[in-house]
């Protein structure tokens, strides 16, 4: 009998394959080298607004995040997957994160997402918008938690599709947190520290 897996988000082994059902399955052989992180600048401005482009009428602000058992979190240790078709709001979210001390990988759709999932290490959080360009990210999300190796994973929707049905659909699917755009860097890193229970 072999011992149950240890790590806070059921990291998964070498040769098995993810399958979200949006684009097939993936193989962490198949996958190639990532590029290199880009640059990370000296300071991020605390006045930082991420996705300001982005509220439409309609909608209105929301902020909540689920606070996880607290723990001692190793910023170097812990990788973020950014999920997030506007280049703009994920180039932001990208360096304010690596900023920050944490690992970060990045997807703008949901075939890049299933790569991105699919290396190692597992990411221990995604920051995922709902509106993507070929899947619904309320459709990953309920993959995520459907799947028995990732359905811990600590999820955080960050999107400017922020009205009454996106808000209880996304609670309803068990996100950990959601944060409307526009945003303060402030608001985003507080919702991730509480998800990982920092």
Do not use: C, W
């Amino acid at each position: 009998m072999s011992e149950p897996d240890a790590s806070p988000t059921g990291a998964q082994s070498a040769g098995e394959a993810i399958n979200f059902d949006l684009t097939g399955v993936f193989r962490l052989a198949d996958l190639k080298i990532p590029p290199p992180a880009p640059a990370v600048p000296k300071e991020i401005p605390k006045d930082l607004v991420i996705g300001a482009g982005e509220i439409a009428a309609g909608n209105f602000f929301v902020n909540f995040a689920r606070t996880r058992p607290k723990r001692s979190l190793d910023r170097g240790t812990i990788t973020i997957l950014v999920v997030e078709d506007d280049v703009a709001t994920r180039t932001l979210l990208q360096l304010m994160l690596a900023r920050a001390g944490y690992k970060v990988r990045v997807a703008g759709n949901g075939a890049e997402f299933i790569t991105a999932m699919s290396q190692k290490p597992l990411a221990d959080l995604v920051i995922l918008d709902i509106h993507l360009p070929d899947v619904n990210g309320l459709k990953i999300l309920s993959k995520i938690r459907a799947h028995p190796r990732l359905e811990n994973l600590p999820v955080i929707l960050f999107t400017g599709n922020s009205g009454v049905v996106e808000l209880a659909r996304g609670v309803a699917l068990g996100a950990d947190g959601f944060v409307s755009k526009p945003a303060r860097a402030q608001t985003v890193m507080a919702a991730v520290e509480t998800v990982l229970g920092g």
